[in-house]
């Protein structure tokens, strides 16, 4: 394949050699010909690009995928709407029955982002006289993993209700509030992925792949292991479950099973369990270069952190290496430390390390020439470092 300037210095190049043309400078007449046609063949070769690319699960992308994905009998998982149980309330018991409608709109409190999300109540339910509480269950109005909203962020009421003082989503008598999983449509690398694991599902025995593959075709599944060495006792095995929201509701639970138990061969007795998940706390010492903004730089180490905690595959442990190596590749960064954890964190295969990027401690210090060096204290004013400094060295 070659570029439009690779193409534009080709014709150039034949036409010296071949014509008794030497006016080949921009603006000449002939050179605007030749930039015509090579604009028209670039967008040929983008053609051919786009299409082999096409022809091919490995390598295609957006609708070309879906196509292809189709030929196997697989179709994209579509986004699915989050559903939680809401407790509405008021200061006082009751003096009469009060309604609650079906449909009656609440929504969270905004985010970091300044997002909020809107949910709509599922059935009627009546508060009644002498209660101060009464639960219901809501849908996210739109679907996607947006829905997934923390504990006690549901608390505005949009359509008001008179004798309704309250309302939160929270867990109680040992219920989560969050009763499905809100879910993304698919991204091309999870299709991608499944519609190749299509192939381990053909044949008779159940083999690791095809669990893997029927686990992960459950919307609400974000990443999933198969314990295929008789965990449970000999006959048995174990699909472990990760959801978009983390540990995976019961009705989740349930749906892995539903979906393998009539594909998965009747000798194999299945067990399908939670990911264990394990918050691992981090705290960075970051320096940065003097000629680099603290808040940029802030912004960009976290979002690195994010990066790298995203990429954290379900069984996989904390490299402490791969830490550092994300926040080096941040401009401005010029060494960083990491003091906690203090050392890697080995995951086993049935469980997640939840890192938290955004709640991670940083310490900055600015890296000028050593005599420079100071300490960013966390509300922004700036202290000497109290380790002796080597004023003869320099950094840069």
Do not use: C
């Not at 014709?11 to 071949?18: F, Q």
């Not at 982002?113 to 599922?122: E, Q, V």
């Not at 979002?303 to 595959?313: M, P, R, V």
């Amino acid at each position: 394949m070659k570029s439009f300037d690779e193409l534009l210095a080709d014709l150039l190049s034949a036409v010296l050699a071949k014509t008794p043309f030497t006016n080949l400078n921009p603006g000449a007449a002939l050179r605007g010909i030749l930039e015509a046609l090579a604009s028209g063949l670039a967008g040929l070769y983008q053609l051919v690009r786009t299409v082999s690319g096409a022809l091919f699960i490995q390598t295609a992308a957006g609708t070309w995928l879906d196509l292809k994905a189709r030929e196997v009998g697989v179709r994209r998982l579509i986004a699915k709407q989050a559903q939680i149980r809401l407790t509405f309330g008021r200061s006082t018991p009751a003096t009469q029955d009060t309604l609650i409608p079906a449909g009656t709109i609440v929504r969270s409190k905004k985010d970091a982002a300044g997002r909020s999300t809107r949910f709509l109540t599922d059935n009627d339910v009546t508060l009644q006289t002498g209660q101060s509480a009464t639960y219901v269950t809501a849908t996210a109005e739109a679907a996607g993993a947006a829905g997934n909203v923390g504990p006690a962020t549901v608390t505005l009421i949009v359509t008001p209700i008179s004798g309704i003082e309250s309302v939160t989503n929270l867990d109680r008598e040992g219920i989560p509030y969050l009763a499905q999983e809100g879910a993304d449509a698919e991204s091309d690398r999870a299709f991608r992925e499944r519609a190749i694991g299509k192939w381990d599902t053909l044949g008779v025995g159940g083999t690791r792949g095809a669990y893997h593959a029927w686990a992960m075709s459950v919307p609400g599944v974000q990443a999933a292991m198969v314990l295929d060495d008789a965990p449970y006792g000999p006959g048995t095995v174990g699909v472990v479950v990760l959801g978009t929201n983390g540990a995976p509701t019961s009705q989740l639970l349930d749906d892995v099973k539903a979906y393998i138990r009539p594909r998965q061969p009747l000798t194999a007795q299945l067990v399908v369990s939670s990911a264990t998940i394990t918050p691992v706390a981090l705290a960075l010492t970051v320096w940065r270069l003097a000629t680099a903004d603290a808040a940029t730089v802030d912004a960009a180490v976290r979002l690195a952190l994010q990066g790298y905690s995203d990429g954290l595959q379900l069984g996989e442990g904390l490299i402490r290496a791969r830490l550092v190596a994300a926040v080096m590749a941040v401009d401005g960064a010029y060494n960083v430390t990491v003091d906690a954890p203090t050392a890697d964190v080995a995951a086993t295969p049935a469980e997640y390390l939840d890192v938290d990027a955004q709640a991670a401690t940083l310490v900055h210090r600015v890296k000028g020439r050593t005599y420079q060096d100071r300490v960013q204290a966390p509300a922004g004013e700036v202290v000497p470092v109290i380790e002796p400094i080597d004023k003869t060295v320099w950094d840069f």
